[in-house]
Nanobody, 113 residues
Framework: VQLVESGGGLVQPGGSLRLSCVAS????????MSWHRQGPGKERELVAS????????NYLDSVKGRFTISRDNAKNTVYLQMNSLKAEDTAVYYC???????WGQGTQVTVSS
């Protein structure tokens, strides 16, 4: 199982980013996926999850209405669209295949003016 995230960067408060995670080594379309983050000095937390076909999603309360998780099973890719970003969203964001317990390497998101 391999997960490769991309799309992080430096953005001003109120800005947007879209993270991508390309998966390989397993039947992507059969499994739920999730995004997590770990801010400076904080524990890693679940940000959003999506069912295998994308019909069910769940979000951390603090990102509801601002973040959207989606997936393209034809491309073995899960996305995290992040809008109205705040300084407290600054973290390393990780993609996870929960069934396998596998993590990506993470991508840094920094929200700062």
């Amino acid at each position: 199982v391999q997960l490769v995230e991309s799309g992080g960067g430096l953005v001003q408060p109120g800005g947007s980013l879209r993270l991508s995670c390309v998966a390989s080594g397993f039947t992507f379309s059969s499994y739920a996926m999730s995004w997590h983050r770990q801010g400076p000095g904080k524990e890693r937390e679940l940000v959003a999850s999506i069912s295998s076909r994308g019909g069910s999603t769940n979000y951390l309360d603090s990102v509801k209405g601002r973040f959207t998780i989606s997936r393209d099973n034809a491309k073995n890719t899960v996305y995290l669209q992040m809008n109205s970003l705040k300084a407290e969203d600054t973290a390393v964001y990780y993609c996870k295949a929960p069934y396998y317990g596998s993590w990506g390497q993470g991508t840094q998101v920094t929200v700062s003016s």
